[in-house]
T-cell receptor, first 110, second 111 residues
Framework: DAKTTQPNSMESNEEEPVHLPCNHS???????IHWYRQLPSQGPEYVIH???SNVNNRMASLAIAEDRKSSTLILHRATLRDAAVYYC???????????FGAGTILRVKS | DVKVTQSSRYLVKRTGEKVFLECVQD?????MFWYRQDPGLGLRLIYF???????EKGDIPEGYSVSREKKERFSLILESASTNQTSMYLC??????????FGDGTRLSIL
């Protein structure tokens, strides 16, 4: 399975944008890039996913490098409720199996 | 919204007991998954199933088995519980390569 590399932790101020980076230099052509987050005492929650093009949804934006070896999750205005562990994951196409890494702990300061 | 329901939030069992963790999803998803989450180790896949009566081993299947008799239900079985199986257990479901939807987890303690 292709691996991802994320910073251990990041800090942001409330209502400022946050850019969470992820490196995946061994990504294969059929791997989707998924982002999940996990709030305290909850199961992981889907945030966004993409294959080649940048993606936007109500929660976030996903910017994918042209060579697909890195991506960035963008939270446009961080709130205290966005404080969570954010996981960048590459999915093996068959069965949608996900391999979770350690993720990035995002702290949001008021 | 998709709902993945795990039968218990907290469970305490004794070593040697046979333990059943139940998971039900309400969106007719063909894929279902069981993970465990431990501090410092992240989420690790135990078993997954892509159809009724089908199952595949994940990364850490030892000491566990699963059952999928109906599409909406995926059970994780600890045949003879041991203290090293104390963990948070998470169930998820998905359709095709669409995102997985997770339950809130079962925190299992084996004494």
């Amino acid at each position: 399975d292709a691996k991802t590399t994320q910073p251990n932790s990041m800090e942001s101020n409330e209502e400022e944008p946050v850019h969470l980076p992820c490196n995946h230099s061994t990504i294969s052509g059929t791997d989707y890039i998924h982002w999940y987050r996990q709030l305290p005492s909850q199961g992981p929650e889907y945030v966004i996913h993409g294959l080649t093009s940048n993606v936007n949804n109500r929660m976030a934006s996903l910017a994918i490098a042209e060579d697909r070896k890195s991506s960035t999750l963008i939270l446009h205005r961080a709130t205290l409720r966005d404080a969570a562990v954010y996981y960048c994951i590459l999915s093996v196409r068959y069965g949608n199996k996900l391999v979770f890494g350690a993720g990035t702990i995002l702290r949001v300061k008021s | 919204d998709v709902k993945v329901t795990q039968s218990s939030r907290y469970l305490v069992k004794r070593t040697g007991e046979k333990v059943f963790l139940e998971c039900v999803q309400d969106m007719d998803h063909e894929n279902m998954f069981w993970y465990r989450q431990d501090p410092g180790l992240g989420l690790r896949l135990i078993y997954f199933s892509y159809d009724v009566k089908m199952k595949e081993k994940g990364d850490i299947p030892e000491g566990y088995s699963v059952s999928r008799e109906k599409k909406e239900r995926f059970s994780l079985i600890l045949e003879s519980a041991s203290t090293n199986q104390t963990s948070m257990y998470l169930c998820a479901s998905s359709y095709g390569v669409q995102p997985q939807h997770f339950g809130d987890g079962t925190r299992l303690s084996i004494l």
